[in-house]
Each structure stands twice: as structure tokens, then as C-alpha cells.
């Protein structure tokens, strides 16, 4: 009776086996015949270009309407200025999130979103925020993934068929943070709010029954040097982002503020390694404010866009997406 158990459990797995190896080869080898001399990569992907932006509350676009931050100008005027293939933005950033965060959710938010590409905007936060364990993130099997993504047709026929089913009105963001206007004398409304956060928003992303922990614990009492582990997320991000097959463009702070510039000098280290892709807004208040040291019309005085400065953020974006990458 053993021996047949054994044997049906053998067969119970080795079919569903077999016939994805014989898929596999049925797909290799058709690819092989109708091959043409172009890369297949854009085949496998239809529908529109999707974006999914990561960041804290600079992308999170706090103080403004959900429809004035950059990723929504950004859907707003692409969609309005180019033809195909029409974009669609998902906001997934959330005030206080540092990049410890972002790196620890970053293969969960490509597998459950399938993005063609991911923008981070984050680092001012790993200043004074609670960094989470990212070790689980560097490990070995980014190499297997790899494999995956470049030779394995079987993986990319389920990536496009799993990535139809994001439904971006099941996407919870907690907006706790939506309902605070900027006060220009003292912005008690933001310090009250973030004393709440203090609270714990340990997982501010929902969709469906996954959470996402990006969310803020205020705790600068525990972090060791911030701008060394910041620089070692980002290029952790960039080799989880192409294990995945996915574009991700790093975007620096468009101010060089206190602290700020420490950061966006970690953003232009990471430009310089061979698989960094930064957009430097860096220069986007010396072009449009030179002689306005304080740029009130783009930015608020603790240097947060205002919707002007998200629509040039989102501006400058669309025209770095479009280039080569």
C-alpha cells in the first residue's frame, strides 16, 4: 500500500513536471523557427507601459491632492502628450518611509504589481527613521532569477498573463497624512501628524490581502551610519531590479538642503557604477529659480514640491523614461 502512495505522490508530481519541461521546449524551439533577428523582450509585455514610483512623502506629495503629486502629473501629461503606449502610474510613496523599507518590499511589489519600471525617490528619512532588516534581500537567488528572466519562455508567458490582473483601485494607501495643508508660519498640522506616525505605520500599502511595509518608525536612536547603508539599498535595489527584467531609475532630491545634499551625493555615487540610473533633479532650482534661494513657487520651505514643482518633477521624469536607459 506504501509502495503505491509513493508511486501516485511520484506521478502527482512528475506530470505537472513534465509538462512544463515539454512547454518549455515546445516554446524554445518555436521561438527558434520564428526567430528574426530582434529581441522578443517587448513581446511578452502588452497593455499599457505601467510605473510603479517608491519614495517618501516627496512622492508621497504631501500637502497636495493625491492628483497633484508628480506621479500623477506624470500619468496626466503623458497620457496627454504621447501616443502610445499610454502610461499607467501606480503611487506607492508614503511619508517617513526610508530605503531600508523600500528595499525590504521591493521583489513583493514587482511580483504583485509586474511594473516595466520602478522609480525610487528616497534617503532624507534613513536620517532619523528605524531602518528594518534587508538581509533576506541579498542573498544568492537573485542568480536562479537571472536564469529565469533571460532563457525560461514558460516565466515570461506567466508574467504577462499575471501582470492583467493588477486592479489599481484595490490599492489602499493610508492618507492619514492627505487631509494636513501646509502652514507657512509653523506647520504644526505636519509636526502633529508625524507624532501619531511615532504611533507606528508599519504597513501603510495594501492591495487586496498583501501589506507592504512601508510605513515610518521614528526612531533616530537606531540607525549607524545612514548614508553608507543608503548607498549599499540603492545598489541592491538596481541588482534585485535586473534579476526581474525591470527598468528602475533612482531620482535625487530637487533640493541640495541641509542633509539633502548628503544624499544626493550618494545618488551621483551610484550613477557613476555600471548598472546606476539616476535622474539629478539637482538642478532643477537653478534653472528655475537662480536667483530665489527659497523658490516658493516649486517648493514649500521645508523643501516639499509644490504642485508647480510636482509638474516639473513629473516633467523631467517623462523625458528620462523616453530616453535610452
Not at 33 to 60: E, I
Request: include cysteine; charge should be positive.
Amino acid at each position: 500500500m506504501k509502495a503505491i502512495s509513493r508511486l501516485c505522490f511520484t506521478w502527482l508530481v512528475a506530470i505537472p513536471l513534465m509538462s512544463v519541461l515539454s512547454l518549455e521546449v515546445v516554446l524554445q524551439v518555436g521561438a527558434r523557427l520564428a526567430h528574426t533577428g530582434r529581441s522578443d523582450v517587448t513581446g511578452w509585455k502588452t497593455g499599457n507601459l505601467r510605473v510603479v514610483c517608491l519614495g517618501d512623502s516627496h512622492t508621497y506629495g504631501l500637502y497636495l491632492a493625491a492628483e497633484e503629486s508628480y506621479p500623477a502629473r506624470l500619468e496626466e501629461l503623458w497620457n496627454a502628450s504621447v501616443a502610445a503606449p499610454k502610461i499607467e502610474v501606480i503611487n506607492l510613496g508614503y511619508p517617513g518611509t526610508n530605503s531600508s523599507r523600500i528595499l525590504k518590499n521591493l521583489p513583493d511589489v514587482i511580483a504583485t504589481f509586474k511594473p516595466d519600471i520602478v522609480t525610487v525617490l528616497v534617503g532624507i528619512n534613513d536620517f532619523w527613521t528605524q531602518p528594518v532588516d534587508t538581509s533576506d534581500q541579498r542573498d544568492g537567488w537573485l542568480r536562479s532569477l537571472i536564469w529565469l528572466r533571460d532563457s525560461s519562455r514558460v516565466y515570461k508567458i506567466v508574467y504577462m498573463l499575471q501582470r492583467q490582473r493588477v486592479n489599481r483601485e484595490a490599492i489602499q494607501i493610508d492618507q492619514s497624512f492627505r487631509h494636513n495643508p501646509y502652514d507657512p508660519a509653523f506647520n504644526r498640522q505636519y509636526t502633529d501628524a508625524v507624532a501619531k506616525a511615532q504611533k507606528e505605520v508599519d504597513a501603510a500599502v495594501r492591495y487586496g490581502d498583501r501589506a507592504f511595509s512601508l510605513g515610518a518608525v521614528y526612531d533616530a536612536g537606531k540607525k549607524d551610519k545612514p548614508m553608507q547603508a543608503l548607498r549599499e539599498n540603492l545598489l541592491a535595489m538596481n541588482r534585485i531590479a535586473d534579476a526581474k527584467g525591470v527598468r528602475l531609475l533612482l531620482i535625487s532630491y530637487a533640493v541640495n538642503g541641509p542633509m539633502f545634499e548628503w544624499v544626493n551625493k550618494e545618488y551621483r555615487s551610484v550613477s557613476q557604477t555600471a548598472s546606476g540610473e539616476v535622474l539629478d533633479l539637482t538642478t532643477l532650482m537653478q534653472t528655475r529659480c537662480p536667483d530665489d534661494p527659497v523658490c516658493a513657487r516649486y517648493f514649500f520651505s521645508d523643501w516639499h514640491p509644490t504642485a508647480a514643482g510636482s509638474a516639473e518633477i513629473a516633467s523631467r521624469l517623462q523625458r528620462a523614461i523616453t530616453s535610452s536607459p
